[in-house]
């Protein structure tokens, strides 16, 4: 069974930085692209960034370089390192990992359980 943890939430200040880091196990297939949603109370699920098993990341525009993604693919885990935190910023970060279910399968989507990120004024 597939299971991805994450740790590295807390609460900041305004302008702090955080990192967050997830681990896959379960599986014995490769992982794809891993990255990392946010859903703030109220919203919809949104991408923070995403980072290909080759190590080419993506982010979103809100992002705007304030953030950066990394991978230890023998470690299985992604890294997402927050600087100049905005109260914006505030929401349970997801971790989202592509792994095929079965020898041949597709890929498709786990998660993790969260991980509170409060930025405070």
């Known amino acids: 069974q597939v299971q991805l943890v994450e740790s590295g939430g807390g609460l900041v200040r305004a302008g702090g930085s955080l990192r967050l880091s997830c681990t896959a196990s379960g599986s014995s297939f490769s992982i794809g692209t891993m990255g990392w949603y946010r859903q703030a109370p109220g919203k919809q699920r949104e991408l923070v960034a995403l980072i290909t098993s080759g190590g080419r990341p993506n982010f979103a525009d809100f992002v705007k370089g304030r953030f950066t993604i990394g991978r230890d693919n023998a470690k299985n885990t992604v890294y997402l390192h927050m600087n100049s935190l905005e109260p914006e910023d505030t929401a349970p970060y997801y971790c989202?990992?592509?792994?095929?279910?079965?020898?041949?399968?597709?890929?498709?989507?786990?998660w993790g359980q969260g991980t509170q990120v409060t930025v405070s004024t």
């Open positions: 989202n990992a592509r792994i095929p279910a079965c020898r041949g399968c597709q890929e498709r989507d786990y």
